[in-house]
């Protein structure tokens, strides 16, 4: 039994000085992937198509267009986040808020701040990003960047607007896909890094 404390207690040392990218997967981040043990993934964000005010048969010929991508390109995978902040948490604990609370006036202002999170979230529902994520394994390096282009021409092709992503596209798409954060206009790669290079 001691064996298994001891064992678990290292596991949890080690746990504790892992750094954040450690504990999140990743390797590193390039200027066009993310690093991880499970491959190199390169990001293509596609720009959304509002299928609203399209056609049914204009809704058909995207659906098709993205089945031929899908059927020339095996090892694509795909990802929708929102590209704005997820106001549901906030929401709970208002209504938590307000049922708890006696005092009518209080219920009044925590009443009025969940219409003020009900009109934001309105304004951005249809705040999304996708993207097309291919996995590079053992690729040669040469062989990477046709390989990577052919993929976005083929994309254009079927009339997709895309865009490969950046480093900095990279960075906030994780911020918003770990923490709902799209406020921050440039991510660090370490803690107060903007300071240092300030003062050198």
Not at 142 to 168: N, W
Request: charge should be neutral; charged fraction near 30%.
């Amino acid at each position: 039994m001691e064996g298994v404390n001891m064992n678990r207690k290292k596991k949890q040392e080690t746990r504790e000085k892992a750094s954040t990218r450690q504990l999140m997967g990743i390797d590193g981040i390039t200027g066009h992937s993310l690093v991880t043990p499970h491959g190199e993934l390169v990001f293509f964000m596609i720009k959304p198509t509002n299928i609203s005010v399209l056609s049914e048969s204009s809704v058909g010929a995207r659906i098709y267009a993205l089945m031929n991508v899908l059927k020339g390109i095996a090892e694509i995978e795909m990802l929708c986040l929102n590209s704005r902040e997820n106001f549901e948490d906030n929401k709970s604990h208002l209504k938590a808020r307000m049922d708890a609370e006696q005092n009518p006036v209080i219920r009044k202002l925590l009443m009025q701040d969940q219409t003020a999170l009900d009109r934001m979230q309105v304004q951005m529902a249809t705040a999304r990003e996708f993207l097309i994520i291919i996995r590079l394994r053992n690729e040669k390096e040469r062989d990477v960047q046709p390989y990577l282009s052919r993929i976005e021409k083929s994309l254009k092709d079927q009339g997709f607007t895309v865009r490969k992503a950046a480093e900095s596209d990279i960075k906030r798409l994780l911020g918003v896909y770990y923490e709902q954060n799209v406020t921050t206009e440039q991510y660090e790669d370490y803690d107060g890094e903007r300071w240092v290079i300030l003062n050198e």
